[in-house]
């Protein structure tokens, strides 16, 4: 050991590694340490409601703010029976702003102190709350939205000091600066119409922000990762435990040639870094090994905030040698819900192979680096994967009412309704093709 902290030598001091004690405590032995106090209630076992109360016990709260009310429930021995006791009914003081049916409480606009109360039953709690106005912030920054995905602008109190709740998009004025891009209604909620990029603005009395909205809508459902052809010069290819390598494009990838030499952890590495395009769903890599295997691959991938996160694959033993499809879901990488994190993006492959034997050639072929999406091109109205004449029919078929209106495709402007304004975006998708 060349650094100690904090190893001062008194009987609780104690170095563990492994499971095992490897200095000499002073006592001996290792001391016992207590960490908890534990309260053990000798009452009977009651699982009637005796009592309800509110939870927290304190509410002061951001004008505005957004509150699901808790109850909890307690027997006649002050035993707690339930931490979300359901079939409760909820009111509150006008001033203090509105509470509905489903106990989701939301502040008024102004200063304000009152009394929230619950009922379940013969049994009534008051809780005293205080509203208190303060300047909201935005979460992000900058969203990544598609025809398939809507935002909604999510604010929290600038004051530090108070309870970090969501506070209502609707006390604040919504403005997008292009409206063919994206559009905001009253409530906060974003939606994407084209291509392009946008700034939301809101504004009130004590606030004013803006966010950056970038709308990519997939061009097909399925592309390569860099929604571009793949030209394997801009690639770093590094390896080890190969010679003589030769890199050429394949499909929607590229083919490594090599010879195999020598090595204790061979490898192939693929580095480039790259900004998915628009909200995948999944990146698909499909490689094939000729003169090797492959036992695991890693992925490195990073996201809007810098974070970057690794993933492991391992390669069953029977399979190693064999061509692979592995579809990884962007949930895997990332909270993909949280549209303030995009872009997420690729930083490398590693493969980690073996030769069959040294000196002979090898290739790993990767036909396929490529992203998923949740549905086709916009336009692509029927989901075969393409934009024809076939979306149009199909298009005018749900606004004559002889098909069920689909808004999830037939919505391509994001008003909420299918129909010839729908119809006009898609012949001007057609006639741009």
């Known amino acids: 050991m060349s650094t100690a902290i904090n190893l001062d030598g008194g009987g609780s001091s104690c170095m563990v590694v492994d499971g095992q004690v490897v200095n000499s405590p002073s006592d001996g032995t290792v001391r016992p340490v207590g960490n908890c106090f534990l309260a053990l209630s000798k009452a009977p076992t009651d699982f009637a409601t005796d009592s309800i109360c509110f939870e927290p016990r304190d509410y002061v709260l951001p004008a505005a703010g957004q509150l699901p009310l808790r109850v909890w429930s307690y027997n006649r021995y002050g035993d707690l ?17 509105s509470v509905d049916a489903q106990g989701h409480f939301t502040a008024g606009s102004q200063a304000a102190t009152g009394y929230i109360s619950a009922t379940c039953g013969h049994l009534t709690t008051r809780q005293w709350v205080r509203v208190v106005p303060t300047p909201a912030i935005m979460l992000a920054d900058s969203v990544t939205l598609d025809a398939n995905h809507s935002y909604t602008v999510q604010l929290r109190p600038a004051n530090g000091d108070l309870q970090q709740l969501p506070i209502s998009p609707e006390v604040v004025n919504w403005e997008s600066t292009d409206e063919t891009v994206c559009v905001v209604d009253k409530a906060g909620i974003i939606r994407a119409r ?14 004013a922000d803006t966010l950056l909205v970038k709308v990519e809508n997939p061009k097909a459902r399925i592309t390569t990762v860099e929604n571009a052809p793949i030209d394997p010069a801009t690639w770093k290819v590094t390896q080890s435990g190969g010679t003589g390598r030769t890199v050429t494009p394949t499909e929607n990838g590229m083919s490594i040639d090599f010879t195999t030499s020598s090595s204790r952890a ?44 690794i993933t492991a694959i391992d390669i069953a033993d029977s399979l190693q040698s064999a061509a692979q499809t592995l579809e990884i879901p962007v949930d895997t990488f990332c909270d993909s819900g949280d549209l303030s994190i995009y872009p997420i993006g690729l930083n490398y492959i590693n493969f980690i192979v073996s030769p069959l034997s040294v000196g002979s050639p090898a290739t790993l072929r990767i036909p396929g680096i490529e992203l998923i999406y949740d549905c086709g091109a916009q336009g692509d109205v029927n989901g075969d994967g393409e934009v024809d004449v076939a979306d149009a029919n199909r298009l005018i078929n749900m606004i004559l009412l002889i098909t069920t209106p689909d808004v999830t495709r037939g919505d391509l402007n994001g008003d909420g309704a299918v129909d010839v304004t729908d119809l006009n975006l898609l012949i001007n998708i057609l006639l741009k093709k």
């Open 81 to 97: 029976t339930s931490k979300q006791l359901d079939g409760c009914t909820f009111a509150c003081d006008e001033q203090l702003g």
């Open 194 to 207: 084209n291509d392009g990029r946008a700034w939301v603005i809101g504004r009130s009395d004590d606030f």
């Open 266 to 309: 061979p490898y192939i590495r693929l580095s480039k870094n790259v900004d998915f395009y628009g909200l995948p769903r999944s990146l698909r890599l499909r490689f094939s090994p000729e003169g090797i295997v492959v036992s695991k691959v890693t992925i490195s991938t990073h996201a809007n905030a810098g974070s970057q996160t």
